[in-house]
């Protein structure tokens, strides 16, 4: 499991997050969600060491993490892996190489072993049969797909997805937010999804957390969400452009 506790975060003199404590459960998807610039990102950040905060601390499965030395947090990143907005995949490298550089990295497979074990990893994406093909010969969506595969060569327990549909078509989006589910459902594994992309959030979370001035406003079912009578949560997810919210 894991546990932001009490995590408070500044830049200068802009208070991000207050005193924000969220835990996440093993095996379900957790949507971290709120207007651009609440700290959706700045949050789950602290887990795998990008950022560290003012004050609080980050459990994983028992063990405060908040304070690790940089070489103390390589384990940590090989157990949650971050998917970020923009793929990040090298454009001289083909899909399958790009999936293949953490098995030779981290794994030690080399030659025919880590195209074969790279395949793998992108038939569970449904990506195998473009194996061959440049990143530049494919869709966002699709990029994002064999991103998602890279990931999972260190056979991480947590998932971080950073804004995992924007930029997409809603069919290459609702292909990601199957993917996701699938992960959880079928593998297990834990995701985080930063989002504020109101379909996937009504259709793939078990869990939701709303950041909003630096404070869980919400952390619920989507069902809790559809209920509140919080004008603010209701102004967010009907997205309206006129209510109590403060942009």
């Known amino acids: 499991m894991i546990e932001f ?12 997050l207050r005193d924000v404590s969220l835990f996440v ?11 651009s610039g609440a700290g959706k990102s700045v949050l789950v950040k ?17 063990v405060d993490i908040t304070h690790l030395s940089e070489k103390e947090f390589y384990p940590v990143r090989m157990r949650c892996a971050m998917v970020f907005q923009h ?14 550089l953490p098995l030779r990295k981290h794994k030690g497979l080399q030659g025919e072993a880590s195209r074969t074990a790279a395949l793998g990893f992108l038939k569970r994406v449904q990506m195998d049969h ?26 991480p327990d947590f998932v971080i997805f950073d804004e995992p549909t924007t930029g997409l078509d809603p069919l290459a989006a609702a292909n990601v937010d199957q993917l996701i589910r699938q992960l959880s459902d079928e593998q297990g594994v834990t995701s985080i999804v930063v989002s504020h992309d109101l379909r996937s959030i009504f259709t793939v979370a078990d869990r939701i957390a709303m950041i909003y ?9 989507p069902d809790d969400f559809r209920a509140t009578a919080d004008p603010v949560v209701q102004q967010f997810i009907q997205g309206l452009a006129e209510g109590p919210m403060v942009l």
């Not at 093993?26 to 969600?33: D, Q, R, S, W, Y």
């Not at 602290?46 to 028992?62: E, F, N, R, T, Y």
Request: glycine share 12%.
């Open 213 to 221: 001035q630096g404070n869980i406003r919400l952390d619920g079912t």
């Open 25 to 35: 459960d093993k095996g379900k998807i957790l949507f971290i969600v709120g207007i």
């Open 130 to 155: 473009l194996a061959d093909r440049f990143p530049s010969d494919i869709g966002d969506g699709l990029r994002k797909r064999v991103a998602i595969a890279r990931a999972l060569t260190l056979s």
């Open 5 to 16: 506790s009490h995590i408070s975060k500044s830049f200068g003199s802009k208070h991000v």
């Open 87 to 100: 793929s990040t995949l090298f454009d001289s490298m083909t899909l399958c190489e790009n999936v293949m």
């Open 46 to 62: 602290h887990l795998v060491g990008l950022l560290k905060p003012d004050s609080g601390s980050v459990i994983l499965d028992g």
